[in-house]
């Protein structure tokens, strides 16, 4: 399985670069519908509100689409933390807990650790040595007045994907909320399973940065408190005649403090095109390709690799490995040195090729690891 050269045209990134789990080099596509936006506002033809909001409305449209949920629950936030700011605001009222595995991006814990400051749920942070995030390794933090599970799609070290169907089960009537900046972009992704996904763009989904999405179900959006919804997230924002406050929106724009993130919107349904026409599936599987191929030649260079999974359905993009006689970050130097980028993380190189990552990579790899 390959990805089509159609897909392949829309990318630029030179032949070393295996870090889309820090940053995802954006689409063609993408640097267009950005230059376009900025051009619009810099010299307007007329009122430029209509055409922009038409766009953003677009926008929202196609990230239902993409995710496979009504328009309406989904809105772009700036950042995965945007997102996960506004829902740990918005349980803040409740009181009980928020359960958390304690390995997670920062970003999935300081706005429940800041909520908590606030009056908030506690926030619960549950060891897990192996990094295998399952209902069992959770459930003994789980209790009646668990008000979230909070976990990533994608570990941000290890690549494991958690089994989420699971994990919404265990979250029972409280929420489960998913980070998915490690996933969405490249690996399947279930978007109807858990109650709130967030993700930035700046990663696999190549939007770049000041883009992202938040998508909630249905009753998410009625459980959580609008703590933090400002004039863009009330009912009639633009009636300048009725004075605030006005009820919250029903729909995921109550989550918007003010002006959503717009241009950020605009890349991010660029970037979402490009993947709709390639098909999600065909970007999965090229991605696991890519990644086993990584893993072939770091295992002949007798590295140790970071694999908590059990099955290739716990995997994803990520893969983190480390030689047995030398430190990560000199590792990762000498990687950087012949060309190849990945980053140095917790004692761990972390690799992470995309769907455009060309296999001759491999041949570099091999040198600089069997040969170093
Ligand atoms: C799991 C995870 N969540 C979130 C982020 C970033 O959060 P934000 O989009 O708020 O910068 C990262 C990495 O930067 C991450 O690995």
């Known amino acids: 399985m390959a990805v089509t050269d159609s897909y392949l045209h829309e990318f630029s990134e030179p032949l070393g ?7 995802g080099p954006p689409s063609r596509r993408v640097q267009a519908a950005v230059s376009d936006a900025y051009g619009r506002v810099s010299e307007p033809d007329g009122d430029i509100g ?15 689409r993409f995710l496979g949920v009504a328009p309406e629950l989904v809105t772009v936030v700036p950042s995965t933390s945007a997102g996960l700011f506004a829902v740990a605001f918005g349980l803040a009222p409740f009181g009980g807990n928020i ?3 304690a390995h997670e991006f920062p970003a999935n814990i300081y706005p429940w650790l800041r909520a908590a400051g606030m009056g908030g749920p506690d926030i619960r942070l549950v060891d897990i040595p192996d990094r295998r995030v399952t ?19 994608v570990d941000y070290l290890s690549g494991f994907r958690p089994d989420l169907t699971a994990l919404r089960e265990l979250a029972d009537d409280g929420l489960l909320v998913v ?7 490249a690996v399947k992704f279930p978007a109807a399973v858990p109650d709130v996904v967030v993700a930035g763009g700046q990663k696999w989904l190549r939007s770049g940065w000041g883009s992202g999405l938040l998508a909630l179900s249905p009753r998410s959006i009625e459980m959580l408190h609008p703590t933090l919804t400002g004039w863009w997230g009330v009912e009639d924002a633009f009636d300048w005649d009725e004075p605030p406050p006005h009820a919250a929106r029903h729909d995921a724009e109550q989550f918007q403090g003010g002006s959503p993130p717009l241009f950020g919107a605009m ?3 660029a970037a979402l095109e490009v993947i709709e026409a390639e098909g999600m599936a065909n970007i999965h599987a090229t991605v696991m390709e890519n990644v086993f191929a990584i893993e072939e030649v770091v295992m002949a260079a007798g590295a140790e690799v970071l ?8 995997r994803s993009g990520i893969l983190s490995f480390r030689l047995p006689d030398e430190s990560a970050s000199a590792t990762t130097q000498r990687l950087g040195e012949a060309g190849i980028t990945v980053s140095s993380r917790g004692g761990w190189v972390r690799s992470a090729p995309h769907a455009t990552t060309d296999l001759a990579v491999g041949d570099v790899l091999a040198e600089v690891l069997i040969g170093g």
């Open 179 to 185: 980070d998915a900046v490690q996933g969405l972009g």
């Open 99 to 101: 359960v958390v595995p």
């Open 135 to 153: 209902a069992g390794a959770l459930s003994e933090a789980v209790d009646d007045e668990t008000r979230a599970i909070a976990v990533s799609s």
């Open 267 to 269: 890349a991010l349904a």
């Open 50 to 64: 209509p055409p922009i909001l038409g766009a953003y409305e677009a926008a929202l449209g196609t990230a239902g």
């Open 17 to 23: 670069y295996l870090d889309f789990a820090s940053i």
């Open 307 to 314: 694999d908590p999974w059990d099955d290739e359905g716990e």
